[in-house]
């Protein structure tokens, strides 16, 4: 079901139950000060597994894509989530405008679905994660690109 190399973790869930399993577990162990790209196509859970690390963090309720506001904020009690849905976003300057650079701090968790729409302004990923088909589920592929995203990315390989 798992498969190891130092940069990457490839997981494989069968359907979305299982996923969502692994996401709570994935929340106990999650650093702060992070930044975790959510790249996949439409229709490829990259908002459910945003729920599920955020409810898994503690947030009783829905977990919507904040798709028209862009960011939602989730003010835990561990550490603070920014869910970014940046699919409706026009122009990466839009997220200067929204004063985006102060959301990014060690003491916060940013996933942000459609990274790609905010090239330029967003900060680059720590990790990212990548969505696609796998059978009737979906394949998982986690890349760090920082020392704090492969300390996670350590974290979330004995999970
Ligand atoms: P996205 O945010 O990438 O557009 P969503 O999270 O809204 O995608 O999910 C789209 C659909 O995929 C939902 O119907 C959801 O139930 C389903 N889904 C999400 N994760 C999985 C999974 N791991 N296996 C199978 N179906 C899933
Ligand atoms: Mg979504």
Known sequence: MEEVSEKSLTLNFADEALMLVWAKTAAAVLNSGLVIHLVGDLGMGKTTLSRGLIQGLGHVGNVKSPTYTL??????????????????????????????????????????????????????ADISINITQWHLGRCLTLTASSPNGQAQLDRWKNC
């Open 71 to 124: 960011v939602e904020p989730y003010e835990l009690e561990r550490l603070t989530v920014y869910h970014f849905d940046l699919y409706r976003l026009a122009d990466p300057e839009e997220l200067e405008f929204m004063g985006v650079r102060d959301y990014f701090g060690p003491s916060t968790v940013s996933l942000i679905e459609w990274p790609e729409k905010g090239a330029g302004v967003l900060p680059a």
